[in-house]
């Protein structure tokens, strides 16, 4: 059974930045894509940023130059760098991975950015 862990999520100011990691429990051998959400408080969940298993990522506008989604296959681990982050990204992230014919997703951690 597979079961995603999310940390690093944690209270920061205005332009500062933070690395999410998403570790797999158990062994992910192949993957469709892997992908962060985020959800503010009355607000639907939204896609941040998504990597798939050729690489290629794709980021929601108002990530795109900020933001950086990466994986380490050897790790079983997923990251996501957030750079200049600005009070409206305050959320809780999860990260999910979709294995074609099944989904996973992480607990979610809370990022706070305030000053």
């Known amino acids: 059974q597979v079961r995603l862990v999310v940390s690093g999520g944690g209270l920061v100011q205005p332009v500062g930045s933070l690395i999410l990691s998403c570790a797999a429990s158990?062994?992910?051998?192949?993957?469709?894509?892997m992908d962060w959400y985020r959800q503010a408080p009355g607000k639907e969940r939204e896609l941040v940023a998504r990597?798939?298993?050729?690489?290629?990522?794709t980021y929601a506008d108002s990530a795109k130059g900020r933001f950086t989604i990466s994986g380490d296959n050897g790790k079983n681990t997923f990251y996501l760098q957030m750079n200049s982050l600005k009070t409206e990204e305050t959320a809780v992230y999860y990260c999910h991975v979709n294995n074609y014919g099944y989904d996973y997703w992480g607990q979610g951690t809370q990022v706070t950015v305030s000053s």
């Open positions: 990597i798939t298993t050729g690489g290629t990522s």
């Open positions: 158990g062994s992910i051998f192949s993957f469709n894509f």
